[in-house]
């Protein structure tokens, strides 16, 4: 299985990026795929999740309105949608998948809850 992200890069505040994560090796509808960060000196953050067929998501309150979690199952890609950048949005990003079908939904704030973890991309936003 491998997880390939996308899309970081440099962006100044209240700018926009979208990251994508293309899945391989596994039926990539029948997973749970999230999104986390860490950002310098910090811990790893839950950022946002999406269920395998797309109906259900969640995120962490501080990029509620402003992160969209989307997927595309024919093309094996989840996106991370963000808008109205801040420079405490500055992280490695990183997507996860869970295979294993997990349940409730809301475990999926936890890194423990995914099977396996693309490479990470990073994300600057400058003030």
């Known amino acids: 299985v491998q997880l390939q992200a996308s899309g970081g890069g440099l962006v100044q505040a209240g700018g926009s990026l979208r990251l994508a994560c293309v899945a391989s090796g596994r039926t990539f509808s029948n997973a749970v795929m999230g999104w986390f960060r860490r950002a310098p000196g910090k811990d790893r953050e839950f950022v946002g999740a999406?269920?395998?067929?797309?109906?259900?998501?969640s995120y962490t309150d501080s990029v509620k309105g402003r992160f969209t979690i989307s997927r595309d199952n024919a093309k094996n890609t989840v996106y991370l949608q963000m808008i109205s950048l801040k420079p405490e949005d500055t992280a490695v990003y990183y997507c996860?998948?869970?295979?294993?079908?997990?349940?409730?939904?809301?475990?999926?704030?936890?890194?423990?809850?995914?099977?396996?973890w693309g490479q990470g991309t990073l994300v600057t936003v400058s003030s």
């Open positions: 999406i269920s395998s067929s797309g109906t259900y998501t």
């Open positions: 996860a998948a869970d295979w294993s079908m997990r349940t409730p939904f809301d475990v999926h704030r936890y890194g423990s809850s995914y099977d396996y």
